[in-house]
């Protein structure tokens, strides 16, 4: 059992924080981000020897952490919001993404900013990509050139800084 939890907590700190980056970037906000994962992470603990046999555990995280968001989601769409109290505020985006690239992601439709979360801020390769979406590798293909496309467009090169140049090349 102490082997496992040494594992874990290994995958734990090597994983944070390109897991919240992936996170952020699909949702927009670090502070839903950080909750998701959160729970992710403590259902990755609960199943962590079928996780840690996963071709790729972080995408696993990921997926849990956005499946729990569409989750919330549906259990309150039917609620009213309270004018824009729910707006997450510009501070609150970060998680290490630059404020430009994370508002250039939001106008992504959803599949293309979670094909670029795991293609991009996960490392993931197209084969893996794809399985864990669902999707063909050809899907993932066409998402991920229209996204890095639109963000060429929306993000000029005089308004990238160095992290933000990096992630759409």
């Known amino acids: 059992m102490r082997h496992e939890q040494d594992e874990f907590a290994d995958f734990y700190r090597a994983s944070r924080d390109s897991c919240l980056k ?13 909750e998701l994962l959160a729970e992710a992470f403590t259902r990755a603990w609960m199943s962590w020897g079928k996780v840690r046999r996963h071709a790729a555990p972080r995408a696993w995280v990921v997926r849990t952490a956005l499946n729990l968001g569409v989750s919330w989601w ?12 729910d707006a997450a505020a510009p501070a609150a985006l970060g998680g290490g993404v630059d404020p430009a690239l994370l508002a250039a992601l939001r106008r992504l439709p959803a599949r293309q900013r ?6 991009i801020f996960l490392d993931l390769d197209t084969e893996t990509t794809a399985k864990v ?12 050139s229209r996204a890095m496309a639109a963000l060429r467009r929306d993000l000029p090169p005089a308004k990238t800084n160095t992290s933000t140049t990096e992630v759409i090349r």
């Open 22 to 34: 992936a996170v952020t970037a699909v949702t927009g906000d670090r502070q839903v981000a950080e």
């Open 74 to 85: 549906r259990r309150r769409r039917r609620e009213v919001p309270l004018a824009d109290h």
């Open 114 to 119: 979670e094909v670029l979360a795991l293609r």
């Open 133 to 144: 979406i669902g999707i063909a590798p050809g899907t993932v293909m066409a998402h991920l």
